[in-house]
């Protein structure tokens, strides 16, 4: 690659339209959905390693992956760019799904939300001194970073899902928020909150996961975010 190359400067919006549009939600490649194919060969992986996935009605399958998918992109996006430009990203998905009339899509993105959030302290105590410094930090900052943003009259809600989604690139890479996702979507499944995946669905889930993460990174990586 030439030292003179420069990333496609691109409008954020814009951007994102075109992902949801032709990924997300309506990946059609010469009359074959996509997205279809992927939803069901995850679905039958997971099958092949807990029968209680191949019970599950399909379309309420597929709908919460499409839920999990938005919610990676906006974790993506984080990574990414950072939580000002995230916090753009957060309110344009919302006002998307809204004019799409796809509400249903912006509430089911919230337990992924929560368990990206669950993922950012979990296993962290008060009772140790390395812990309460980090908890401390966590908090202070969302604490300060929502006041900023309601200051500057971002919407409330779209702000929290970003600062829920913050200090979990450890835990991503560890694959703690992939665990704590896999949770999330088995409860919204009906599974019950007792049920416990299989370390076989866990390795799955973590390998499918991370590939659609990691697809994600790779789109914004190729894009610069007018500001």
């Not at 194919?37 to 997971?46: M, V």
């Not at 000002?84 to 249903?104: G, H, I, M, R």
């Not at 896999?182 to 996961?209: M, N, T, Y």
Request: aromatic fraction near 12%.
């Amino acid at each position: 690659m030439s030292i003179f190359s420069k990333k496609q400067e691109v409008e954020p919006e814009s951007f994102c339209r075109l992902f949801y549009e032709n990924v997300i939600l309506n990946c059609v490649v010469d009359g074959v959905d996509i997205n279809a194919q992927i939803f069901a060969a995850l679905k039958r992986a997971l099958a092949d390693n807990d029968s209680n996935f191949a019970n599950i009605d399909s379309q309420k399958f597929n709908n919460e992956i499409v839920a999990l998918q938005f919610e990676l992109y906006a974790l993506a996006w984080l990574h990414q760019f950072g939580d000002k430009s995230a916090v753009s990203q957060s309110v344009f998905t919302k006002n998307y799904l809204k004019e799409k009339n796809q509400n249903d899509i912006w509430e089911a993105m919230e337990p992924y939300n929560q368990a990206i959030a669950r993922s950012t302290t979990i296993g962290r105590t008060p009772e140790k001194a390395f812990d309460r410094v980090y908890l401390v930090k966590v908090n202070t900052t969302r604490v300060n970073l929502f006041e900023q943003y309601h200051k500057e009259g971002f919407n409330d809600k779209c702000v929290a899902r970003v600062l829920n989604r913050l200090f979990s690139e450890d835990a991503w890479k560890k694959g703690v928020t992939a665990g704590l996702l896999l949770f999330a979507l088995c409860d919204r499944l009906g599974f019950g909150k007792d049920f416990e995946p299989s370390k076989e669905v866990h390795h799955q889930w973590f390998i499918e996961i991370n590939d659609f993460y990691e697809k994600d990174r790779g789109s914004l990586d190729k894009v610069k975010i007018k500001l």
